[in-house]
């Protein structure tokens, strides 16, 4: 059976401070794009995982695996399972990615396996396995809090046409996080954000996304900050870093220009595609 395992952008990302346990408390808008990996999961008499992308194999940390252990020790459930994705999302993007595979994994298994988890014992599993997987796994526009446990969904009505565009050199979040100045980053007003997109104000939500990160990943990675200078002076209406980076995104509602850029970015070698926001 297949899981489909979406992208997320930001469109708000506000970091209010560092909390007393190493890690940040976090104010954030994040929606789904429509642009995804794929997990195809069915019974089978021992578990295996197989990729069509070696490093996804080979890493410690694959999502998917987490997910499954957790699941497995947790509710005893008796199946086993072949799992196999097909990776599309690249990594160090600042698309969740690897956080969308984790939550696809808990879709899977609490429906094959028939658990029935409650909300609350999803949103568990999905927080013991990453910061974003309670996210990726209510799979709905959003405003996001605290280090990603806490998900509020809402309903957007605008639908624009959304580029994104990576650069080769991805950006640690971890390092992104510890290079982070409080003090001279953006801090976005997310309930403006929400507001514009529940209104359908297209120009309120190009005059307030904004995202906190972009200071340190800018200086990690200076192309990032030219790629977004470029996507601005290409025509879009906003351009912003989508998460810790490497990938900004712009904004636009003009479909030829959508069209032409990501070809004309697509000839420097970035990598692109063409996302609306899922509903």
Do not use: W
Not at 40 to 65: C, G, H, M, Q
Not at 137 to 165: C, E, H, Q, R, S
Not at 203 to 212: K, P
């Amino acid at each position: 059976m297949l899981y489909k395992a979406h992208a997320k952008i930001n469109l708000g990302l506000n970091v209010v401070k560092r909390r007393e346990d190493g890690y940040h408390e976090l104010e954030m808008v994040m929606v789904p794009v429509t642009f995804y990996d794929e997990l195809y999961i069915e019974k089978s008499p021992i578990l295996s995982f197989s990729a069509n992308r070696d490093y996804v194999s080979d890493n410690p940390n694959n999502t998917i695996l987490k997910a499954y252990e957790y699941l497995k020790n947790k509710y005893q459930f008796k199946e086993d399972y072949r799992i196999h994705l097909n990776k599309h999302i690249p990594t160090r993007a600042g698309l969740a990615g690897g956080s969308a595979d984790g939550a696809a994994l808990i879709r899977a298994i609490n429906e094959l396996s028939g658990l029935a988890l409650s909300e609350e014992e999803l949103r568990q599993a999905a927080v013991s396995v990453g910061s974003d997987v309670y996210f990726c796994l209510v799979n709905k526009p959003a405003l996001v809090y605290g280090t990603g446990d806490i998900v509020k969904p809402f309903v957007v009505n605008m639908n624009p046409y959304i580029l994104l565009v990576k650069p080769f050199k991805g950006v640690s979040t971890k390092v992104a996080f510890k290079e982070l100045d409080l003090d001279k980053c953006d801090h976005p007003d997310v309930l403006l954000i929400k507001e514009a997109l529940e209104k359908g104000d297209y120009q309120m939500l190009c005059d307030n996304i904004a995202n906190s990160l972009e200071e340190p990943s800018f200086r990690i990675n200076p192309t990032i900050a030219k790629l977004k200078q470029d996507l601005k002076d290409y025509g879009f209406d906003a351009a912003l870093m989508s998460g810790s980076g490497s990938t900004v995104f712009g904004l636009t509602m003009n479909k030829e220009l959508l069209f032409r850029a990501s070809d004309y970015f697509k000839e420097q070698r970035y990598f692109t595609r063409r996302v609306v926001i899922c509903p």
